[in-house]
């Protein structure tokens, strides 16, 4: 029985983490699964804790999208499309706000949110997971950049940086920490040398069309309405940052980084040090929010999700875009067949045409230096996925599948890892690594429903999980409604009017 | 002042010189090569990585006095408001020093100023992230014998030892409620609720 609209349901008013009292202990009773027992809520981390789980986000959504769709939309429609990127990427950054509430407060992921109001939600997902994120697809266009530069085939790239990763994440003794160091810098120089290249090729006016842009509200010419360049268009906005399932992952490495009620629960170990792997708590808990001390501590961990979201998250893929947009702007004025081959939408076509443009301003280093940021982008993304993907279904195994906990967590992961690390190399070696072009449609439809579908839960999740003073507030949940009609309706209206799926 | 001063200055700054060297060594130098001899390409790198490098030691010199707000990203961005354009003039001018033999400006150099000083925001993003991956570690390193980095980490400690405390209660706790031996017996209805379901299966 949904027993949240009210405050925590009271026994012992000290009841901490087995204090033992003999009386009983205060619990949250949320949804259908086990009540969450109170804990004190950790203190928020100054501003010199700067960086944050968003760095995955980061990582995940800093892809092709960014180096590449929007670019490509920019030269096609002009500057002033790009006021669509702005909501896009407005709109991610609002739910991965609201994602981190539920994570912050519980320490439970989404999954398990979805789970506590209706399972077969959570079951969606985990299937969902699967269906879209086996593929070794997202592989190619980093080990392609990476064979321009050294001349190394790129499935040999894509193979042994599969079986790296996952003898990378075995030996970790904790796989956050090591992720976060290794993503940490590889972004770091990201930003740092793509605020460099666009300092060296761009231009004040590229910079200030690409910016005015940004702000053209209403902007859409009539070719974007044709069913070859609707369902790109639709497609680059709800793809914007992270998208199908990166949001919901997010909750994971939120509460592996100890973020909020995340700090009760333990982290997950590599294989290697599987047997130092602590017990995995059955559920997750809730702090008192009737104590004024702990709701203050709750708004310091606001404040600090808030912060992430905005500078970081939302500032890095602005960023990132900009400055890409501002390059594929330069190569074409450079090369005008670069805009041909952009238009015409034969990626690595286009790619290696914005290369050999700034290698020829720029020398032959600078094409390779960009190829190298491609590359980069590649591997921080497949680093993501592929550990982001194993923590989801780890997570939803180990708590919802019956007999799991023989295993540790840890062990799940490793499976999960290595399971779609094997499949990865077989796909690559002998079958369509995209996935069957049978089923392509399937797996975009997919993608995007799910996003649709995690505003819905968010929405359910937060308002009816939640003790009433850390719910939404109504504007919130108005954009996160938002988000589910547009992601949902853009998607139907797509297959509708052109019968196709968001591309 | 001092070799030994001196010394403990470089020792603070060395973490904000190497990640502007590394961002401008490696971005602007490599941009700069265009097939010349190596010895001007290591030139026209360092016209870009020195003076971003000094810069970015200049920055870690103010955090490790405590000057600006450590990990702060207003300062940091105020900083590289007027230093990175700063170094990209610098860059420009030596660049074409050498190139033609006499410096110039770039053309239209207030319409230059003005880019770099909005692309200067990206570079403080990524100039901060690497800045405060490096510059806790080098610091504590140095520590014994330097007590500015000594002072400046422990502020980084003293937060890390918080969380470390939070966690190791929080272990004492569970291992409290693994042990039985440790566990007195459970009272009231819900608590016998919760922890009969929060078991190990």
């Known amino acids: 029985m949904v027993d949240s609209s009210k405050v925590p349901v009271s026994g012992s008013p000290g009841g901490d983490a087995g204090a033992g009292t003999g009386e009983s202990e205060r619990v949250w009773r949320a949804g259908r699964l086990d009540p969450m027992p109170i804990r004190k809520l950790p203190e928020a981390p100054p501003a010199i804790h700067l960086l944050g789980p968003t760095v995955f986000l980061v990582a995940l959504g800093v892809g092709m999208g960014e180096s590449y769709m929007w670019p490509r939309l920019v030269l096609v429609f002009g500057p002033e499309i790009r006021w669509l990127f702005l909501i896009g990427v407005t709109l991610q950054a609002m739910v991965m706000l609201e994602m981190a509430r539920y994570a912050m407060a519980t320490g439970e992921s989404i999954f398990a949110g979805a789970a506590r109001v209706f399972k077969p939600m959570m079951w969606f997902f985990f299937i969902v997971a699967i269906l879209v994120y086996i593929w070794p697809g997202h592989l190619s266009a980093g080990a392609a950049a990476f064979e321009e530069i050294t001349g190394i085939p790129w499935l040999v790239t894509a193979c042994v940086g599969l079986v790296l990763v996952g003898v990378v994440f075995s030996l970790a003794r904790v796989i956050y920490d090591l992720l976060e160091n290794v993503l940490s810098v590889l972004i770091g120089v990201l930003v740092v040398g793509t605020a460099i290249i666009a300092s060296l090729v761009g231009s004040w006016s590229d910079l200030t069309s690409t910016l005015t842009g940004m702000f053209a509200f209403g902007y859409f010419p009539s070719e974007a309405l044709s069913s070859t360049w609707f369902p790109i268009v639709v497609g680059s906005i709800a793809f914007a940052g992270p998208s199908g399932m990166q949001q919901m992952w997010y909750t994971l490495h939120l509460r592996d980084s100890g973020a909020g009620m995340g700090a009760h629960v333990p982290k997950i170990r590599g294989l290697r040090h599987a047997g130092e792997q602590e017990e995995m708590p059955a559920r997750g808990f809730m702090f008192d929010t009737d104590d004024a001390d702990e709701m203050k501590k709750w708004k310091g961990w606001r404040r600090w999700v808030t912060f992430d979201a905005l500078l970081l998250f939302w500032g890095i893929t602005m960023l990132v875009t900009i400055s890409f947009t501002v390059l594929a702007q330069a190569a074409a004025r450079e090369n005008p067949n670069v805009k041909t081959l952009i238009e015409g939408g034969d990626r690595d076509a286009a790619l290696s045409a914005m290369s050999d443009s700034f290698a020829a301003v720029g020398g032959p280093v600078l094409g390779g230096l960009f190829f190298g940021f491609i590359a980069l982008i590649g591997l921080n993304a497949t680093l993501g996925l592929f550990d982001s993907f194993s923590r989801g279904q780890a997570d939803m195994t180990y708590f919802f599948v019956k007999g799991a906990r023989r295993f540790k967590m840890s062990h799940l992961y490793a499976g999960f890892l290595w399971g779609v690390i094997v499949f990865g190399i077989l796909i690559l070696l002998f079958g369509p690594a995209d996935g069957p072009a049978g089923v392509l449609d399937i797996l975009a439809f997919l993608s995007t429903f799910a996003m649709g579908a995690y505003c819905v839960v968010l929405l359910l999740v937060n308002n009816r999980m939640l003790p009433k003073p850390i719910r939404p507030k109504w504007w919130q949940n108005a954009i996160i409604g938002f988000g589910a009609v547009f992601y949902l309706g853009m998607l139907f209206y797509s297959l509708a009017r052109f019968g196709v799926v968001v591309s | ?201």
């Open chain 2, 1 to 201: 002042m001092d070799t030994t001063r001196l010394l403990r200055l470089g020792e603070l700054a060395l973490p904000g010189f190497v990640v502007g060297l590394i961002a401008g060594a490696v971005a602007g130098g490599l941009a700069g090569l265009v097939g010349q001899p190596t010895g001007w390409a290591l030139v026209s790198m360092l016209t870009l990585g020195l003076p971003l490098a000094l810069l970015g030691g200049g920055y870690g010199l103010l955090a490790a006095h405590r000057k600006v707000r450590i990990g702060g990203f207003a300062p940091a961005a105020l900083f590289w408001l007027v230093g990175f354009p700063l170094a990209r003039v610098l860059h420009e001018v030596l660049s074409r020093l050498i190139l033609v033999g006499e410096p110039g400006l770039p053309p239209d150099p207030l319409g230059f100023l003005a880019y770099q000083g909005l692309v200067s925001a990206g570079f403080a993003i990524g100039f901060l992230w690497l800045h405060e991956r490096l510059a806790p570690r080098w610091w504590r390193r140095v520590a014994p014998r330097n007590p500015v980095a000594a002072d400046v980490y422990s502020a980084y400690a003293a937060h890390a030892k918080r969380v470390f405390e939070q966690r190791e209660a929080r272990r004492r706790a569970r291992r409290q409620q693994r042990d039985p031996a440790a566990r007195p017996a459970p009272g009231g209805k819900a608590k016998a609720k919760a922890k009969a379901k929060a078991a190990p299966r």
